[in-house]
């Protein structure tokens, strides 16, 4: 009696589990649905513009106006734009960082990083919005001082809040890199009598050259999607131009622009956010598969070690 | 492989020192510049913060308006985006670590999670348009922003929660199975308690990540001119971030004072919980250290 029991009870508690396994189960492959979602709805949206307007018109032309009276579907000038921002805010990023991350992993004692490390994670948490005040209200007045003719709305401030914005991102990223060398490498070039300098410049940085690489992509697409400061700070002006002092439009900002506006949904105006959404959504996603592929590479290099 | 030069002992260290300098002043120069630039907003918003300013409505007299419905919503928006997404991001975590065997399917998911969590944020606001707004007719309610703001974050809860699992030591679960536990009594009354803290550090870090958040509210249709507390989970909203973004993007000066008044609220409540997550980390690091 007392075997049947507690046979009963270990089926009954068996089943439970297996109750228990399939719920969580569901809830990992509900990311899939997530990724799924997200394509679907990008092109689902975006095929009845395409219906409209053509492939070439949209990714050969070099003017965007959708929601003038004279309409022209060319996405050059917002991916330019977007791609001008993106680059002010890596080339305004990237030395300090690589330095920075070379500080905290490499020669910072043990107290100075137990000081920064939690600063810039604090740092890393600060809303996008506040980059966009800044971009607008302070720094673009502060440009304006040293370079006249910058615009009241120009890639460069958006740039260069941005590039602020990433740094802590970069920072994160790139030393954790440089941790993943092993100290052996490291302790083999003192051993050849080499110093420091030589040993992060020569031996270290090399060996993590594709974790740091892995970062900077990584960062290079979270720039392409920030959205508020360049909604904010970089203008509305659709504009083909490289040259920073310039107000420019993002795709990201024009997505804004029409959903803050009164365009009427189901206009062929209104769906251009979702083919401007899929283009941004492709150029993110070659960024972040390069840099998933370069880190795999970059974890699997160690592995053996 | 690189060749090396001799070079006298005296050079190499002064090398080292300028190198040392470099970098450093790398690190700090940039988080100087940030503190200039927290500290103007500081100074600018400060003599506007009061506790009129949090509790009055949106006014078009800037020096009446103030973020009560802003905060309320915030608050309201985190509450359900935290009761949706946590639940959701940790069981799949638990599923990843705990019971996934390492076939296709997993590297998959894998892949999946760590692209999501670089999808562009306004692309989320995009998917929880179509969905939660348009197709499950939620309209522009709190429950949709919540729902799309949960899809956003749940990478970051799956990621961080799976690293909290995964440093739970082996010898653990060893010693549970040695007492005749099954996998979910391990999971449920030893490995979810010990992994606890680390979870709820990346679950603060990820509300955190939500409460700043402004573009996917912004598609999802927050409105910025709301005369009226939001109560149910289906009443329109506005947030603080979408309230701020209303006020820079006034000519008038006064309102750049209102919005900085408003972002000292937002990052005060952003350092407060960044705070605590560190807080409970250090005392975790210091507990593991006595094991």
Redesign the interface.
């Known amino acids: 009696m007392r075997n049947r029991n507690n046979k009963l009870r270990r089926e009954a508690?068996?089943r439970?589990?297996r109750y228990?396994?399939r719920?969580?189960?569901g809830?990992?492959?509900?990311?899939?649905l997530?990724?799924i979602?997200?394509f679907v709805?990008?092109l689902?949206?975006s095929l009845p513009f395409f219906s409209e307007v053509s492939l070439t018109e949209f990714f050969g032309g070099t003017k965007w106006t959708p929601l003038f009276h004279d309409k022209h579907f060319g996405i050059w000038p917002l991916v330019t734009g977007t791609l001008l921002t993106s680059a002010v805010a890596i080339t305004m990023a990237l030395?300090?960082?690589?330095?920075?991350s070379?500080?905290?992993s490499e020669?910072?004692p043990r107290k100075h990083r137990q000081l920064?490390k939690?600063?810039i994670?604090?740092?890393a948490?600060?809303?996008?919005?506040?980059y966009?005040?800044?971009a607008?209200?302070?720094?673009t007045p502060w440009l304006q001082q040293w370079i006249p003719d910058l615009a009241g709305f120009s890639s460069l401030s958006a740039g260069i809040c941005m590039g602020?914005m990433i740094?802590p991102m970069l920072?994160t990223l790139s030393e954790d890199a440089l941790r993943a060398v092993p100290s052996e490498l490291r302790e083999g070039s003192y051993a050849?009598?080499?110093?420091?300098?030589?040993t992060?410049t020569?031996i270290v940085l090399p060996s993590a050259i594709s974790g740091i690489g892995s970062a900077i992509l990584?960062s290079i697409?979270?720039a392409?999607?920030?959205?508020?400061i360049v909604?904010?700070a970089a203008g509305q002006k659709p504009n083909l131009t490289f040259d920073p002092r310039e107000s420019v439009e993002t795709m990201?900002a024009y997505?804004?622009q029409v959903?803050?506006g009164d365009t009427p949904t189901g206009t062929v105006e209104y769906r251009t956010?979702?083919a401007v959404?899929l283009t941004?959504?492709g150029l993110?996603?070659i960024m972040?598969?390069c840099?998933?592929y370069l880190k795999q590479k970059f974890q699997n290099k160690y592995a053996s070690l | 492989m690189p060749r090396y030069k001799r070079q006298p002992i005296a050079r190499h260290r002064i090398v080292d020192k300028l190198f040392f300098i470099v970098c450093l002043s790398a690190m700090i120069i940039p988080m100087l510049l940030l503190i200039i630039l927290l500290g103007d907003v500081l100074i600018t918003g400060i003599e506007r913060l009061n506790l009129n300013f949090l509790t009055s409505f949106p006014s078009r007299k800037p020096q009446n308006a103030g973020i009560l419905p802003a905060i309320l919503g915030s608050s309201y928006l985190v509450l359900l985006t935290g009761i949706i997404a946590l639940p959701l991001g940790i069981s799949a975590a638990i599923y990843m670590e705990e019971y996934s065997k390492k076939n296709r399917l997993y590297y998959i998911i894998e892949i999946t999670i760590a692209n999501l969590a670089s999808v562009p944020s306004i692309i989320y606001g995009m998917l929880g348009l179509t969905i939660f707004v348009r197709a499950l007719g939620l309209e522009r309610s709190i429950l949709a922003g919540a729902l799309t703001m949960s899809l956003l974050i749940l990478p970051i809860i799956i990621i961080t929660s799976r690293e909290a699992l995964h440093a739970v030591p082996r010898t653990i679960r060893d010693g549970c199975y040695a007492l005749g536990a099954t996998r979910w009594q391990m999971i449920w009354q030893i490995v979810l308690p010990t992994a606890f803290p680390n979870i709820l550090t990346g679950a603060i870090l990820a509300i955190a990540r939500a409460i700043g958040e402004t573009a996917p509210l912004i598609i999802v249709g927050a409105v910025s001119y709301i005369t009226f507390l939001p109560i149910s989970p289906f009443s329109e909203f506005t947030a603080l971030p979408i309230q701020i973004l209303n006020w820079i993007s006034r000519p008038q000066p006064e309102f750049a004072v209102n919005a900085s008044a408003a972002i000292i609220v937002l990052l005060t409540t952003m350092l407060l919980l960044n705070a605590i997550s560190i807080f409970i980390r250090y005392r975790v690091n210091k507990q593991r250290n006595n094991w």
């Open positions: 508690i068996a439970k589990e228990i396994e719920a969580i189960f809830s990992s492959l509900l990311s899939i997530i990724a979602g997200i709805v990008l689902w949206g030395p300090f960082s690589l330095l920075a070379i500080y905290l020669l910072a920064f939690p600063i994670e604090i740092l948490g600060i809303p996008t919005i506040v966009g005040y800044f607008l209200l302070i720094v602020i740094m920072i050849l009598g080499a110093n420091k300098f030589t992060v020569k990584l697409s979270r392409l999607g920030e959205t508020m909604a904010i990201t997505i804004v959903s803050m956010i979702f959404g941004l959504f993110t996603l972040n598969l840099s998933y």
